[in-house]
């Protein structure tokens, strides 16, 4: 644990590497078990990994009546967590490293998909991302990957798909796109461990996730 660009950040792998990604999460914040094993298999690779905590200590709390998600989101919008990622890429490329990936799950998707409009960043995967649009897609600028899910109701299949038709037209960027069946969202980060099928669809996305950085960030 340290503190990055004003964040406290879960960071895993060689400070001294030279190829970096960070890691923005979904609502349940930084803290999530199964992301930081995340974080740990992809610095296994030769990547130091940072996952911050954009949300100051505060994730979204199931069944909160005092903050339901709505009034959650409001105070910790996507723009925020993008406007946050740039202090962490910033103090990254001071430190000397020199090509910075990204991958985001869920609420953390469109703050990749928002990085990936700008040069700060070499390529980003989006994982069941929430939030994300046409235009943001037509927007796209780096290397993208997004992993659907086909149970997903936030960002279902039909709109992945047009992703993808956006983005097959895009000729000057690599891009990837998959949807993954019998999962819903939220599905590559949330799973239960005692669940063999949803470990099995966590670690085939993982394995593309890794894949891209691989192609990618080099």
Request: net charge positive; charged share 30%; glycine share 6%.
């Amino acid at each position: 644990m340290e503190d990055l660009g004003g964040l406290k950040v879960y960071v895993s792998g060689d400070p001294k590497s030279k190829h970096a990604i960070i890691l923005v999460s979904d609502i349940y914040g930084y803290e999530a078990p199964n992301l930081r094993k995340i974080a740990d298999k992809v610095a296994a690779f030769g990547f130091y990994v940072v996952v911050p905590d954009f949300f100051r200590g505060e994730p979204y709390v199931d069944n909160n009546p005092k903050r339901p998600l709505d009034v959650w989101l409001k105070e910790h919008p996507q723009q925020k967590g993008f406007e946050d990622s740039k202090s962490v890429i910033a103090v990254l490329k001071k430190r000397g490293i020199s090509v910075i990936g990204a991958a985001g799950f869920c609420w953390g998707g469109k703050v990749v998909v928002d990085l990936a409009k700008t040069n700060m960043i070499k390529a980003i995967v989006a994982l069941h991302p929430s939030l994300v649009t046409v235009d943001d897609i037509k927007d796209v600028k780096q290397p993208i990957a997004i992993l659907g899910a086909e149970k997903d109701e936030i960002t279902p299949p039909t709109l992945v798909k047009q992703f993808q038709e956006i983005l097959s037209k895009k000729h000057e960027i690599d891009s990837f796109v998959k949807i993954f069946s019998g999962v819903a969202h939220g599905f590559s980060v949330r799973y239960k461990a005692d669940d063999k099928f949803a470990v099995k669809k966590a670690e085939e996305a993982q394995k593309d996730m890794l894949h891209w950085f691989l192609k990618h960030i080099n």
